[in-house]
């Protein structure tokens, strides 16, 4: 296949829309159009993974974290991005990251903990606004359902747990065909009325054109009625962050002990612990103290992130407890989803997960 199916594949769980402005997620290095027969999947794209590559003769390094994260303005070396950057080109291996995309989805990286530690009723913690958006139409009552069935199947009325949502009512619609026209209903050059049904459909707007197309396609009219309406209420779906719940409430340690077990971390950096059982747990992949406050309004009692500053512990406030388990560790199960994601849909396609332990942070006991 050609990178650009996988790529697009990915995107279509994590769109590039989806990612915060600072960020640089999508193919950093390489021709969307190459074919490919392999991939490497890794947190950190560097030197190592590259050298890892080039062993396995891979095509495609699939990183969570976009090895150019600013501009670059010169190409000589100079440090590991640029040698990083000239290494692939060098060796034709393409780079791709997928990172505040796939931290925003409700199937991401933070979702990733929370299977990790077994939460359920899991949902966003943050969820974002202005992403989804209302389409109206006008259909002939007798194509309402046709009409209705594609735009379902395109991915429009899916709210939370329930799909295939819509709101109708019936009215009349008029027009006047000229010379020119093949109306499907009515005579040229007299004004027409017909038994209609406005439809609305809420979805993503990510999914928009794929959506106008299916209504294009099954609508039998020749000029076609819509309305597109912006919504600014916020995607349950898309968002920083996770909230979950332990099926069995537990005691504070033993969850911690759980968390350092289950997630692989040397050193849990924790604020005061209570002395209650923990229930409710909020989770952020990476660095996640900008999302405190969400974290303490949800009511979590436990919020599980990374890169916590000294300073920015005190703000827990006896509200939280806030446990820092590191950005690696947080965050190295993405590298398992990625492959689960990517198998699901190209089950023959070689993946390698990467060898290299690319956290830059040693501990010493
Ligand atoms: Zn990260």
């Known amino acids: 296949m050609k990178i650009k199916d996988l790529t697009d594949y990915l995107e279509e769980i994590a769109p590039l829309s989806y ?28 030197e190592e993974v590259i050298d890892e590559a080039i062993a396995h003769n891979i095509d ?13 303005k010169k190409l000589n070396g100079k440090d590991y991005v640029e040698r990083v950057v000239i290494k692939a080109i060098k060796n034709d291996i393409a780079i791709y990251a997928i990172h505040t995309n796939l931290d925003h989805v409700s199937v991401g990286v933070s979702k990733k903990i929370c299977d990790k530690l077994g939460l359920v009723n899991t949902r966003v913690l943050a969820p974002k606004d202005n992403l989804l958006k209302k389409l109206v139409t006008f259909v002939p009552q007798s194509h ?33 065909a000229n010379e020119d026209a093949d109306p499907f209903v009515g005579e040229k050059n007299k004004r027409h009325t017909e038994d209609e049904t406005r439809v609305e459909f809420i979805y993503p707007a990510t999914l928009e054109k794929a959506i106008i197309n299916a209504l294009l396609k099954s609508h039998p009219y020749e000029e076609i009625a819509y309305d597109i309406y912006a919504l600014t209420i916020s995607y349950s779906e898309v968002g920083a962050g996770m909230i979950g719940e332990l099926e069995q409430p537990m005691k504070e340690a033993d969850f911690l002990k759980m968390v350092k077990n289950n997630m692989k971390a040397d050193v849990i950096r924790h604020t005061k612990l209570f002395d209650k059982e923990i229930r409710k747990v909020a989770v952020c992949g990476g660095a996640g103290s900008f999302l405190l406050k969400q974290a303490i309004s949800s009511g979590a009692h436990i919020y599980i992130s990374a890169d916590f ?6 703000d827990a406030d006896g509200k939280i407890i806030i ?11 993405t590298q398992d989803l990625l492959l689960e994601i990517i198998q699901k849909k190209f089950p023959n396609f070689a993946l390698r997960l990467t060898v290299q332990n690319t956290n830059p942070i040693k501990y010493l006991s």
Do not use: R, T, W
């Open 309 to 314: 500053k000294y300073h920015e512990f005190f």
């Open 144 to 176: 309402k359902e046709q009409v209705k069935d594609s735009i379902f199947a395109a991915g429009a009325g899916k709210i939370g747990n329930y799909s295939e949502c819509s709101f109708e009512v019936n009215g009349q619609g008029n027009f006047k």
């Open 323 to 333: 446990a820092d388990i590191g950005h690696f560790e947080s965050e190295q199960f």
């Open 60 to 72: 495609l390094i699939i990183a969570h974290h976009p090895i150019v994260f600013k501009g670059l």
């Open 19 to 46: 990612q915060e402005s600072y960020d640089n997620a999508g193919l950093i290095v390489g021709d969307p159009n190459k074919e490919i027969s392999s991939a490497l999947i890794c947190l950190d794209c560097v």
